[in-house]
């Protein structure tokens, strides 16, 4: 049976039991009653899920891996992480997190002014904030607030530049001067498809020559006691762990080089982000584990703290990626098959058919096992050509028609008797008759990282897993983008059930897609961000909580500086006050079909 690669991605969350996926936690609620019972509170259209005792999953394991290998390798130095808010900042992920993050002094990095506000805001008391990005005077004037506020806050400078302004803050504001860090661009560079963050031509860091320029110039000032951090982040979705121990081998000679030019402070190494988490559902991708990636980091610290004769370093983690990204599955529901229009009751025969539509007509009702693959193949020749002699005057409408009715019904039926079991086996049949679901959400706004970057995320039917799926299925958004569209690819073929949505639902899950995409949504033709729910635990029980719904189409025309008074008031001049009436509650309404669940 097709288990979409749920071994692979899935992390044991999720299983399939009888038809459906479960929630691998408490009473294994099937995801599609919690589906229904959303739909049954009145919410429409896709939904973001979200498990905060996923998140908490992540976080344990971040930490309990790091506080093994620690204590195998007698490590001295303490291991501390903080969460990038720029992976996930909406509240309803973000407040789950900060609450479980409290048990650990798990902190958090912004990486602009709006991000350390909300760490300003929000973060646990005692547990550490680290700002990167680019950084003006204001940002920096934050960090000093950040630090006076009681935080434990440090500013990883990226140039010299934003040395010099913190000199200047300090003289300016007299507030005591938050920890400084050094984030160092390395030679050795990243393996993911986001390895440009690190390596020796990235956009971030400083070079030998300014790190030594940097000790020197807060030697000047006095400040060298601020210098507690050397940074790197060497990119997202490291596939390999290679690159890491190159870059942990450089930072941490350059951690000990300086401490031993004069920085006592200095007693930390970021080593930023990166772990990588499963997204295929046919092969591996990451090459390493957890426990490596922890052993790997301890030992190489120690190692080299050992031949330099200077202190094991504190080690901090910058994942987001890793903590954040299962924890959030998006649903779909199905609106359409495209070639449910084609079924029998659509043909429009005539007294004389023109012959090729006669012989596609036998070619249906004389299908047998040992002719199926056969009658299938000439079917798909019959229907070319007739498509060429319609273009050519020769055949009218009502005969495209039938033809593209019975070849249809042909592929059905060749699929059915044909008893297709597998994947290999459908791939060789035909890779021609793929079927195209449409679905109630938008790529642009619930997917960004596959229209941009053609990231792939898991993706499975909620029901019918006792079901073999028999239809090479290419996935089709709302928006009237044609990039709107998950392909078929014979790569990584999705196949999915034949289904009456007539007579039955259909919802489709993509997994993994806690991380980045959220904010990096865009609103193309106005669909909101989906309706978010977070459905947590109690004993055996769930619960729905911090529920916000999917914008209303006047709340998205607000968002883009459109005056929805004005909007009103124009509708209410123009119409009588009943049909004013219906229009307003579509108003109201969010952008998406509302065709299903009611
Ligand atoms: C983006 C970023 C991270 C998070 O990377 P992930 O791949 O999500 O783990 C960590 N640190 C810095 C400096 C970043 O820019």
């Excluded at 909300?118 to 990167?132: D, F, G, K, L």
Aim: proline share 3%; net charge negative; glycine share 6%.
């Amino acid at each position: 049976m097709n288990n979409y690669g749920i071994d692979i991605w899935g992390e044991n969350n999720f299983f399939i039991d009888g038809g459906k996926v479960r929630l691998n936690h408490a009473c294994d609620p099937a995801i599609i009653d919690i589906v229904k019972r959303i739909e049954k509170e009145g919410y429409k259209g896709p939904l973001t899920l979200r498990f905060p005792h996923l998140i908490r999953k992540q976080i344990n394991t971040l930490y309990s891996k790091f506080e093994t290998s620690i204590k195998e390798y007698e490590y001295k130095g303490k291991f501390n992480a903080v969460f990038p808010l720029k992976v996930n900042q909406y509240p309803s992920f973000l407040q789950p997190l900060i609450k479980e993050a409290k048990d650990y002094n798990y902190g958090l990095e912004a990486g602009s002014k709006a991000e350390l506000l909300i760490a300003m805001a929000y973060n646990n008391e005692n547990a550490p904030i680290t700002v990167n990005g680019f950084k003006d005077k204001e940002m920096i004037h934050l960090g000093f607030i950040a630090k006076q506020m009681g935080h434990d806050v440090t500013l990883t400078i990226e140039g010299l530049n934003e040395l010099n302004t913190i000199i200047e803050v300090h003289k300016e504001t007299k507030l005591s001067c938050p920890n400084i860090g050094l984030r160092v661009r390395l030679h050795s560079s990243g393996s993911g498809i986001w390895a440009k963050s690190g390596g020796i031509d990235s956009k971030f860091g400083l070079s030998s020559t300014e790190i030594l320029d940097a000790l020197e110039i807060l030697e000047k000032n006095n400040m060298t006691q601020y210098l507690t951090m050397i940074h790197f982040h060497i990119g997202s979705s490291m596939n390999s762990i290679a690159p890491l121990k190159k870059a942990l081998k450089e930072s941490g000679h350059i951690y000990a080089e300086l401490k031993n030019m004069g920085a006592s402070n200095l007693k930390a190494i970021n080593i930023g982000g990166g772990l990588a988490i499963e997204y295929s559902q046919f092969n591996r991708s990451r090459f390493y584990s957890l426990d490596e990636f922890a052993n790997d980091v301890v030992y190489i610290l120690k190692d080299i703290a050992k031949q330099k004769g200077v202190e094991e370093p504190d080690i901090f983690t910058e994942s987001g990626r890793f903590i954040a990204a299962n924890s959030t599955v998006l649903i779909t529901p199905v609106l359409e098959l495209y070639s449910s229009q084609l079924e029998i009751k659509n043909l429009r025969l005539k007294d004389t058919n023109p012959p090729l539509i006669t012989e596609l007509y036998d070619l249906y009702n004389d299908m047998t096992k040992k002719t199926a693959l056969e009658f299938m193949h000439d079917s798909l020749e019959h229907m070319e050509s007739l498509l060429t002699l319609f273009d050519l005057g020769y055949i009218d409408l009502q005969d495209r028609s039938n033809s593209e009715v019975l070849t249809h019904l042909i592929i059905k039926k060749a699929i059915l008797i044909l008893e297709v079991k597998d994947y290999t086996e459908l791939k060789t049949i035909e890779k021609r008759i793929k079927e195209k679901y449409l679905l109630n959400f938008s790529i642009f706004q619930s997917l960004p990282d596959f229209w941009g970057i053609n990231q792939e995320f898991p993706v499975m039917p909620l029901t019918h897993l006792d079901k073999t799926p028999t239809r090479s299925a290419s996935l089709w958004d709302i928006t009237c983008d044609s990039d709107g569209e998950i392909e078929f690819d014979n790569n990584k073929p999705l196949y999915l059930h034949d289904i009456n949505l007539k007579e039955e639902e259909y919802y489709l899950a993509f997994f993994n897609v806690g991380a980045y995409q959220d904010t990096m949504g865009i609103q193309h033709n106005l669909f909101s961000h989906p309706t978010q729910i977070n459905v947590s635990f109690k004993d055996d029980e769930y619960f729905l909580e911090k529920i916000l719904p999917a914008q209303s189409i006047l709340d998205i025309l607000d968002d883009i500086d459109y005056d929805s008074n004005e909007i009103k008031e124009i509708f209410k001049d123009k119409l009588d006050s009943n049909t004013y009436k219906v229009l307003e509650k579509y108003l109201y309404d969010n952008s998406y079909l509302n065709t299903i669940g009611n």
